[in-house]
């Protein structure tokens, strides 16, 4: 019998993370939500139940996964009774044994990817890291795991982390330097649409390269003629020069070894 | 009957650009290259004549393109005689007035991409910025740009060193953060290959959203708990940790507004 769901939480990667089990066919029973109108979305598209009191939460469920912000736990997860439900968050950086006060049986499903509600993803291409504290609930969360992702690991806590910081650098922090430029062009009147090809070609390269060995620029030429230009245009724009500055020493201390 | 080009320079964009010029039907007399070997490759590969000496640079051309690091524009061209001939550079941050020195007719070609010799590109994707000291030659490149590339407008120098400091951005740093990320990962054995579908996806987004709507992570989520357990963890990392909290610093001053 397929083993049956709340969500607690409703943001962007529970909304992918239960669309893509209830796609695999597993019953998604409520989603919990202290936002009335987040609940009601996700559990329509869901066709489940919704309530945005702790107190409703149903006990029919077999596993509850937590999808909401990491300073959230400890405000949600006390008033709910798990007993010893299969309790499972969806974490970078919170260790699998915050959870071991609420439920005896714990776990880890760790979707590797950058979610925003309105954007569709191919959920069997995003990495999954799985942990549970029994190797029972372990191989539970890897057949979990593989109903909806390719390329599904068994990943410890202290290891996660260093994967979510690199994700941080990866993701989060490219992003802002995209935001940043685009800041840029728009002092200028120049719209961002020109820079897509470069940025798009940018990731390419190290799908198929290393990273090391695809870098290009003023900073790992040690064109000091050019970064100084650089930072004397970017003085007084926000901490644009400071981040310049910074990134681009970064550059020349990692390449200088090897050039 | 078609313009005649000599490239100085063979490097990355040297080799994609004069290769373009050929593909479209210009012939390329010549290149000048320092270094025999890239020189040489180069002209095999657009079955053209090379040379290492500025005194037997060919009379013959048109064109002549100088595609080498801006540091090097003030060793190489004073021994070259240009006269009246068309002299373009591809520098995103040298105004074209530095070129008014050695010739009458100067322009600029600036194509908007990370070069990789070993990498094919598409050369008609990639968007070109073009300015010439008169209305003649800026028609004349404007032509010749169009014939590789489907995107060609028309940039002052003083708005151009804005566009290659937004592609340092978008293009220089970004990578640098893979390499961040590829070197974190590595320290916990863990393959940069889990990264890929997230880069990807990080790139595509943008294709579609704005970068700023596009932001997620602990700093657009104001979750400090998580940031002084990543800066923890970075501890003693290289510049790693300054380098995640002035980023993740930025991200607040960018984003707080808008919250």
Partial sequence: M????????????????STALKNAGYPILQVYSRTNLSAAKLAHKLNSDYTTSTDTISKEADVYVIAIKDSAFHEVLPAIEFSDKLLVHCSGSMPLNELEKYSKNTGVVYPLQTFSK???????????????N?????????EIAQQVSNTV??????????????????CNFVNHFYTIASTILSTQNIPFEVLK?????TAAKVQLMQPEDAQTGPAIRFDENIIAKHLNELKGIKDYDELY??????IFEHHQKKI
Same sequence: chains 1, 2.
């Fill in 245 to 250: 500055n910074s990134v681009s020493k970064s």
């Fill in 134 to 142: 029994s190797k029972k609930y372990e191989k539970k969360l890897v």
């Fill in 118 to 132: 309105k954007r569709k993803v191919n959920f069997l291409e995003i990495p999954v890291f799985v942990e549970a």
């Fill in 2 to 17: 397929q083993l049956k769901f709340v969500f607690i939480g409703a943001g962007n990667l529970a909304t992918h993370f």
């Fill in 197 to 201: 090809p470069l940025i798009s070609e």
């Fill in 153 to 170: 690991s068994v990943l410890s806590s202290e290891k996660r982390i260093y994967l979510h910081i690199a994700a941080v650098f990866a």
